[in-house]
């Protein structure tokens, strides 16, 4: 089964500045995905960025990365130059390929402040 | 083009009505799977469906709860006998293929208060 933990259930940052949110998560297997979801007060779920797991290179979206240590089984994401509609919850989510189902962390609320 | 639909948005029962939540996939997915989310969690697996087949029920609670996806019509997610503990925020998500790195695109939920 996986399990997928995030540590910091806040964080704050000042608007321009960068933040980074930790997840680690556990898997039996060898191929599996991994995604941060951003949850805004709307709660509608909308993907931020993927990872798989077979890949080296760590993935970027714009202003978004992750920093991907696959024998540690950390999946950091890193916001830079923050935004005030970066404010939401976000989670970080894994989905082995021999299933279907998302497992999602607990979530780690982030304020971005003026 | 649509998004995945669902409705209502929000949706209150009194203790031992029914609840039924749909939720149409975008166009061109025939995977859908439903979330349930606790005030203050993060989002638990229930079910995943295909189109007349339940491939994955591991996160359904053994009693009240039942889903279907039908050839025709949207999925629908049924809680019979509601009880507080069911008021939750309940999600969809539909997906193009099995697994990833195929991208779960979520609707916006519906909101379920007992009463």
């Known amino acids: 089964a996986q399990t997928v933990t995030q540590s910091q259930p806040e964080m704050s940052v000042q608007e321009a500045e960068t933040v980074t949110l930790s997840c680690t998560y556990d898997?039996?297997?060898?191929?599996?995905?991994l995604f941060w979801y951003k949850q805004p007060p709307s709660r509608q779920m909308i993907l931020v960025i993927r990872?798989?797991?077979?890949?080296?290179q760590n993935a970027t979206e714009n202003r978004f990365s992750v920093n991907f240590q696959k024998a540690a089984k950390s999946f950091s994401l890193k916001i830079s130059d923050s935004q005030l509609g970066d404010t939401a919850m976000y989670f970080c989510a894994s989905q082995e390929t021999s299933g279907s189902r998302l497992t999602f962390g607990e979530g780690t609320q982030l304020t971005v402040n003026p | 083009n649509a998004g995945v639909m669902q409705n209502p948005r929000h949706l209150v029962r009194r203790r031992g009505q029914e609840a039924r939540l749909r939720c149409s996939p975008m166009k061109g997915h025939s995977h859908v799977y439903w979330y349930r989310q606790l005030p203050e969690e993060g989002l638990k697996f229930m079910v995943y469906?295909?189109?007349?087949?339940?491939?994955?029920e591991s996160g359904m609670p053994k009693e009240r709860f039942s889903a279907e996806f039908p050839k025709e019509g949207p999925s629908i997610l049924r809680i019979q006998q509601v009880v507080r503990g069911d008021s939750a925020a309940y999600f969809c998500?539909?997906?193009?293929?099995?697994?990833?790195?195929?991208?779960?695109?979520f609707g916006p939920g519906t909101r379920l208060t007992v009463t």
């Open positions: 898997t039996s297997e060898s191929n599996y995905y």
């Open positions: 990872q798989e797991a077979y890949k080296q």
């Open positions: 469906l295909q189109k007349e087949n339940i491939i994955d």
């Open positions: 998500a539909s997906s193009a293929l099995r697994g990833g790195p195929y991208e779960q695109y």
